[in-house]
């Protein structure tokens, strides 16, 4: 019997107790793993255990899939039409809707992200991206091609069927409702992995998944380990379809753990190493402004994160001036403290390769402009971080670093600027800050990112589609392009009157 997680909030921003069990969710159903072992699920602000949670393991990926594939073929899929799959979808939004602050709290909790900003992004975010495809649910259809007057030809955009989700530690309940929404308003059937860093609202929207009234079977979520709960999904021969957000290092791994098996449909979320672009007319103050949070929000653990700053020489010294001063007012601290801007880093793990990134610069030669060192004396606290004096061939402006540590580089003019900000196997998202039009779009056009802000950065939509060019992905997410990852096209051929 899987144990049950009890916890009294009794910070200011919010006041309740918990409770609920932390097994892994097969057809409806909590349940300890196979093994019977567990996982400590550690607090990042001081690195004590919060609690801990099933372990799974293959033998339980294979007993999801069965249960899946159950309800697949029997109560889902196309044996649900879409009205009904997108009631059960907008039952599921407002469970969130009323359930918000605990589910940001969890999210606080675990990740160690602030309380303001999980309600009023995360969860905000995930209650409108299971919406926005519960509306989709009943909106899938293929097309009628014209070819002779003797023969109807017509495409069907069926589901999948079973789908396989592995999720990161970073945006644990975004990511969620970004795989679970096009997966189930197109009729598939899910098992998905949560990061066994970060798996407690996960496992809590199993419980809501239930009140909302979805079938049992439809989503599993089986927590563990990527080297054993992982691989089974990526290897395993009746998942058709694997969807993963994470590093690019494991997107690999993925990939060939799909092509050896059964060649399984892969759509991979990925690493950056974005550049943000300010060009000597910009507003100066907004741009600003927008890097601090380009390149800090989330402690840095964001894939888009706009990490190499490239600033016009003509403004460069009163930017760098005003962008030290900005990033020193940025409280680190409780989470749940309504002034935090950063928390801590997610686990040791990271904190510690951040750290590592962060010597690699001092020893490269580059200059600590503010922080570069850890913040207080528990936790994984790391103090906002600037580097300058920066070349091409530092680790620190070539690799992803994922944690509060940004270059700001000098630059001439456009054509400067775009062959640097190029320079990197990643493309998942730039930003450009000027108040020229033609430049800002013209610029955002040369740069090989597969998302553009202008004048803004880490924004995003629902219908805006999200993914990344080069090693930063395959697909993408969100809008309706990410439907077609989880619909398999079929045409039919009839004849009207031909014969042989």
């Not at 907008?90 to 309380?115: P, S």
């Not at 000597?280 to 601090?292: G, P, R, T, Y």
């Not at 108040?435 to 805006?464: M, P």
């Amino acid at each position: 019997m899987p144990s049950t997680f009890t916890h009294e909030f009794n910070a200011h921003a919010f006041k309740a107790k918990v409770s609920f069990s932390t097994g892994i969710f097969i057809n409806g159903q909590f349940q300890d793993g196979s093994d019977n072992t567990t996982i400590d699920v550690i607090n990042p602000t001081n690195g004590k255990v919060i609690t801990s949670v099933s372990e799974g393991t293959a033998k339980d990926v294979d007993v999801a899939v069965e249960a899946a594939q159950t309800a697949f073929d029997t109560v889902w899929g196309l044996n649900a039409p879409g009205t009904q799959r997108s009631i059960l979808m907008a039952k599921l939004a407002a469970l969130m809707q009323e359930n918000a602050d605990e589910l940001a709290a969890l999210e606080a909790l675990d990740n160690g992200k602030t309380f303001n900003w999980a309600r009023n992004a995360d969860v905000a975010g995930s209650i409108d991206c299971i919406r926005y495809y519960a509306g989709w649910a009943d909106k899938i259809h293929g097309q009628v091609q014209e070819t002779t007057t003797n023969k109807l030809t017509y495409t069907r955009h069926e589901p999948i069927g079973v789908v396989g989700q592995i999720i990161p530690w970073n945006f644990p309940l975004l990511m969620m409702a970004w795989k679970l929404g096009p997966a189930l308003a197109c009729g598939n059937t899910i098992v998905l992995k949560p990061s066994e860093f970060t798996p407690l609202t996960a496992i809590r929207m199993c419980h809501l998944i239930n009140e909302a009234g979805f079938p049992p079977g439809v989503v599993n979520v089986i927590n563990g380990y990527g080297n054993t709960v992982g691989n089974a999904i990526t290897s395993h021969m009746k998942i058709e379809k694997v969807a993963f957000t994470g590093s690019t290092l494991v997107g690999r791994k993925i990939m060939e753990s799909a092509a050896k098996s059964n060649l399984k449909n892969v759509t991979l979320e990925l690493g950056g190493k974005s550049p943000n672009i300010i060009f000597d007319d910009a507003d100066l103050e907004q741009a600003v402004n927008w890097s601090a949070f380009g390149i800090f929000w989330n402690h840095g653990q964001a894939c888009c994160a706009g990490s190499r700053i490239f600033v016009q020489e003509g403004i460069y010294d009163e930017f760098l001036k005003r962008f030290t001063e900005k990033t020193r007012s940025l409280k680190v601290g409780d989470p749940f403290a309504p002034d935090t801007f950063q928390g801590p880093q997610v686990s040791e793990i990271q904190f510690n390769r951040i750290m590592s990134y962060i010597e690699s610069g001092k020893e490269a030669g580059a200059k600590v402009e503010i922080g570069g060192e850890r913040h207080g004396t528990e936790g994984f606290f790391i103090k906002p971080t600037i580097f300058t004096n920066v070349n091409p061939s530092m680790k620190i402006v070539q690799e992803e670093i994922f944690g509060p540590v940004g270059v700001v580089i000098k630059f001439k003019d456009e054509d400067d600027v775009i062959k640097q900000a190029n320079d990197t196997v990643y493309g998942l998202a730039a930003a450009v800050f000027t108040q020229n039009l033609n430049r800002a779009i013209n610029t955002a056009h040369r740069l090989k990112a597969g998302t553009a802000w202008i004048n803004c950065v880490n924004s995003l939509h629902s219908n805006v589609p999200f993914g990344g060019f080069k090693q930063s992905g395959i697909g993408r997410e969100l809008g309706e392009y990410a439907l077609h990852n989880y619909t398999a096209v079929k045409a039919v051929h009839v004849n009207l009157g031909h014969r042989m």
